[in-house]
């Protein structure tokens, strides 16, 4: 009696742009690949490799082609846009926020953070020797001068 062994399986989603020829092609390259092994003849080798490019160019231009469609049907909307690029990256909508008791207390949190951030670039330029700007000037120049604790 023969001992149970285990098998993995792994699922992965289907490409959306992998078609009926693209496997029609790696099966090609792949039996040429086998002809080339069990020979190890030259010309094997060159049909092998001469199906392998074509297989990894029509890959490319299959790929490049379902990308260009997903964000040709965005248009000019850049939240479809966005939302394509996500999905395309599979990346999720969902946030994630750090662990807190209660929201205020999240919110301080993100606040201390924020304000260390800001002491810390006002450390720097001081140490660099920067003159601050005045804040009533007309140039819109915004320094961390005007910036004031809540």
């Known amino acids: 009696m023969l001992p149970l062994s285990r098998s993995v399986f792994v699922i992965r989603p289907k ?4 078609n009926e020829d693209l496997q029609i092609c790696k099966r090609r390259k792949r039996k040429a690949e086998t002809v080339w092994l069990s020979s190890g003849t030259t010309e094997d080798r060159a049909t092998y490799i001469s199906l392998r490019n074509m297989y990894k160019n029509m890959l490319n231009d299959a790929q490049n082609n379902y990308l ?3 964000i040709a049907k965005a248009g000019n909307d850049p939240k479809k846009l966005f939302r394509s690029i996500a999905a395309m990256t599979g ?3 969902e946030l994630v926020f750090p662990d807190a008791t209660s929201n205020t207390q999240l919110s301080e949190d993100f606040k201390d953070f924020f304000w260390s951030k800001v002491d810390k670039l006002r450390n720097e330029l001081d140490n660099m020797g920067i003159a601050p700007f ?17």
Do not use: F
């Open 134 to 150: 005045d804040c009533g000037t007309s140039d819109h120049s915004a320094t961390l001068d005007c910036s004031k604790r809540v």
């Open 91 to 93: 990346k999720r909508d």
């Open 68 to 70: 260009n469609d997903c």
């Open 15 to 18: 490409l959306p742009w992998y």
